[in-house]
């Protein structure tokens, strides 16, 4: 797993980059009432998520990608940005088929919010430590 430390903290990266741009976005951008329509934009960013992980994933060979199970005993740091990160994408989709059935919420990404912070946090920590 060594080997792929670089690769999947730069995925990582990425991810957080793609979801702290798209939730304040659409924070920003959508004001007090989002409209049904704008739900195609928390749909884009969850699939802006989605590809760099799936590209990553598919460049591993299949020995490392066995192991990316053992990734929280030893990356801890690695797994709970990537399980925050995933938290945030399933809370802008919520927000997105929510939006979709009752427009006018915003209660989700807030949340998303809160976690981009934390997930930025910890890879912070990575970096210092």
Do not use: C, E, K, Q
């Amino acid at each position: 797993m060594a080997g792929y430390d670089r690769l999947l903290w730069r995925t990582l990266h990425r991810v957080l980059l793609v979801l702290a741009i798209g939730v304040l976005g659409l924070l920003l951008g959508l004001g007090s009432a989002p409209t049904r329509s704008d739900s195609l934009l928390g749909v884009l960013v969850v699939a802006l998520v989605v590809l760099p992980v799936a590209i990553t994933v598919r460049r591993m060979t299949p020995v490392a990608r066995a192991n990316l199970r053992a990734v929280p005993r030893y990356r801890p740091l690695m797994a709970v940005t990537s399980a925050l990160l995933a938290l945030v994408a399933l809370l802008v989709l919520w927000w997105a088929v929510g939006n979709a059935l009752f427009p006018g919420t915003l209660s989700p990404l807030t949340l998303a919010l809160v976690g981009v912070v934390l997930a930025a946090l910890t890879a912070l920590l990575n970096r210092v430590l």
